[in-house]
Structures are given as structure tokens and as C-alpha cells.
């Protein structure tokens, strides 16, 4: 069974900083990599979908980095301002169907 | 458009009652999930189906079942709730076949089993 593991669980930092956070999995025979942004009591939206074939995946200023050989993931946030303040997700599919997703990174940037 | 709607946003419901909830999207998308997410599990699916007429088991499909009669709607049936089915529940859509592999997310609802 595919396992997600995302690290750190909680981070705070000071706005304007740059930021990684990572996405970590088991099973290397992915189809794609999404990551997540969830606000609290909200539901989820996707920011950078990644294809196996992929090496990474840029919008605005986030970027999403792909090395299924070594299972991991980064989403890179730069120059990160108070509503960049939310749970971020990733989720991997072999299949296209079946997804299984990280507990998540909750940011908090601070002004 | 209004993407994903579900309902109710929240519910309380007796153990041993049963309970649908309802998820309907309006951007024609084939695939469509079901998660529950429960602190510090994360989200995990319990049913899916890929197109209208289709469902398949997810993670966690014990104690739940899906209908996919057309492509918009998508109900999750508790048919006797117990209180480890209290949870977050999320649905989603993607469309494969068009090339759109993102999922869309409804808002959720929130239920809990007394």
C-alpha cells in the first residue's frame, strides 16, 4: 500500500521568506503527483499537478518538483505573504483513480 | 458554474440510522471519489467511479455504498452509521478521458454519529 508521508507537519515563517515543503512516498510507480491547498473548514484546491513523465511544474510563485526514483516531491513557495497561510496536500495515483494523500503541511506566514 | 455542491454541510446523526450524502458536479466530468478526512489520517477514499454506471471500492469502502446512476450525481449511503464514521467527507471530480487528471473538490460536510 502506497504511503504518503509529508514533513514538517507545521511550519511558520516570517512573510517574504521562501519555502519548501516536502512530500514524501513509498512506491515510486506513480501516474501523477497533485499538490494541495485546503483553507480551514473548506474543501480542497489544486495547485500543480506533476506526470510521471514530468520533472517539475511552475505557477505564479510556487513550483513543484518530481523525483519518483527517489519517491519525494518539494513544492517551492517563493517570497510567501499571509495568504499563503493554509494546509498544504500532497496526493499520488498509479492508477488515475485510486489517490492517497499526506496528513499535510500547515503554514503560517507571518506579517 | 458551480463546480461541486454537496449537501448537507453538516449533519448529526443517531447510530444505527441511515443517511445519504449527496454530491453533484456540473462540469460533465466521467470520474468522480468520495474521501473522509479524519485528523491526522489525512484523506482517504472510500468509493470512486470512472464513468456513469461504474463504481469501484477505495481504502476505506466498509459500512459505505455509491450509486453513479448519471455522470453529475454521485450519493454516498451510510446504511447504519456508527460513530467511527464521524468525519469530514469530501467529494471530487476529474476527467481522464479529456486530459483534466486535477480533482475538483466540493465543499464538504461534516457528520457526526451520536
Known amino acids: 500500500k502506497q504511503e504518503v508521508t509529508q514533513i514538517p507537519a507545521a511550519l511558520s515563517v516570517p512573510e517574504g521568506e521562501n519555502l519548501v515543503l516536502n512530500c514524501s512516498f513509498t512506491d515510486s510507480a506513480i501516474y501523477n503527483l497533485q499538490w494541495f491547498r485546503q483553507d480551514p473548514g473548506k474543501g480542497l484546491t489544486s495547485l500543480l499537478l506533476?506526470?510521471?513523465?514530468?520533472r517539475e511544474q511552475t505557477s505564479g510563485r510556487l513550483n513543484a518538483s518530481l523525483d519518483k526514483s527517489s519517491g519525494r516531491s518539494t513544492l517551492y513557495i517563493a517570497a510567501s505573504q499571509p495568504g499563503d497561510s493554509a494546509t498544504y496536500l500532497c496526493a499520488v495515483t498509479a492508477t488515475g483513480n485510486q489517490f492517497y494523500f499526506g496528513t499535510g503541511t500547515s503554514l503560517t506566514v507571518i506579517p | 458554474t458551480a463546480g461541486i455542491t454537496q449537501a448537507p454541510t453538516s449533519q448529526i446523526l443517531a447510530a444505527g440510522r441511515s443517511m445519504t450524502l449527496r454530491c453533484t458536479q456540473d462540469m460533465r466530468h466521467n470520474a468522480m471519489y468520495w474521501y473522509r478526512q479524519d485528523l491526522g489520517l489525512g484523506l482517504r477514499l472510500i468509493h470512486y467511479s470512472n464513468t456513469a454506471g461504474t463504481t469501484g471500492k477505495g481504502e476505506v469502502p466498509d459500512g459505505y455504498s455509491v450509486s453513479r446512476a448519471n455522470t453529475d450525481d454521485f450519493p454516498l449511503t451510510l446504511a447504519s452509521a456508527v460513530p467511527s464514521q464521524t468525519s469530514v467527507y469530501f467529494c471530487?471530480?476529474?476527467?481522464?478521458?479529456?486530459?483534466?487528471?486535477?480533482?475538483?473538490f466540493g465543499p464538504g460536510t461534516r457528520l457526526t454519529v451520536l
Open positions: 471530487a471530480s476529474s476527467d481522464p478521458h479529456r486530459g483534466t487528471d486535477t480533482q475538483y
Open positions: 506533476i506526470q510521471s513523465s514530468q
